[in-house]
């Protein structure tokens, strides 16, 4: 049984998309459930990892041991401007020493973006928690993996041996829903 859990967590729009043209998470891409939903799995977490521009900025970050995943170092280095933060290279060195930088040997992770970073993580994860927007598109707008829009994001899951579990409604005006991909055992 590995020590650490991975869970990844996105909201894309029926195209597939977590940003638009201009990499920016749109308004309309932002629902209070999925928003609910998201803070309370981060509070639960005990880590969680991101690129630079995925910082999640919300009241309780500040609280929450982050790993960065960045080429501005070689390998692995403390966060100057954040106690709580690691910065991680995965080109200089494994996530499991970022892991240990942080002191985080087990638990919860949270993969939280952009597409390079869950790129990264689609052989690892536990659980994936695919958030869908069914009534928003975002044409040309940035894709929620690596593969994405010439496969959707549910037959890469799918690829990397996740199954559909059951869906669960965040916003019935809207139609948002989650559903946890989850590794087949
Ligand atoms: N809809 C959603 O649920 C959701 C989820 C996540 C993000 N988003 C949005 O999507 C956009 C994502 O921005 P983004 O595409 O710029 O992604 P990002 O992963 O947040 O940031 C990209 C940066 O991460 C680092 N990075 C990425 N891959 C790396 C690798 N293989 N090795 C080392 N460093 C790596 C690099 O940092 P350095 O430049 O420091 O080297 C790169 O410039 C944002 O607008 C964000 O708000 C939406």
Redesign the pocket.
């Known amino acids: 049984m590995p020590a650490l859990r991975i869970d990844g967590?996105?909201?894309?729009s029926a195209d597939g998309?977590?940003?638009n043209a201009a990499?920016?998470?749109p308004d309309e891409?932002k629902f209070e459930g999925d928003k609910r939903f998201?803070t309370a799995a981060l509070d639960r977490a005990d880590v969680i990892v991101?690129?630079?521009?995925?910082?999640e900025d919300q009241p309780n970050s500040p609280r929450r041991k982050r790993i960065?995943?960045?080429?501005?170092i070689a390998a692995i280095a403390p966060d100057r401007s954040n106690p709580k933060a690691t910065l991680?290279?995965?080109?200089g060195a494994a996530f499991e020493a970022a892991c240990d930088h942080a002191g985080v040997r087990s638990g919860t992770v949270a993969i939280?973006?952009?597409?390079?970073?869950?790129g990264?993580f689609m052989d690892r994860y536990d659980t994936f928690w695919l958030?869908q927007a069914p009534r928003v598109r975002l044409p040309g707008g940035?894709p929620?993996f690596p593969g994405v829009p010439e496969r959707s994001p549910q037959a890469i899951l799918a690829a990397h041996g996740l199954k559909a579990g059951e869906a669960q409604i965040l916003d019935t005006a809207a139609g948002v829903s989650v559903t946890p991909w989850r590794r087949a055992v």
């Open positions: 967590y996105v909201i894309v998309m977590l940003a990499h920016v998470m891409l998201f991101h690129g630079r521009h995925s910082y960065i995943v960045t080429r501005s991680w290279n995965p080109a939280i973006g952009g597409p390079d970073v869950f990264m958030s940035e929620c």
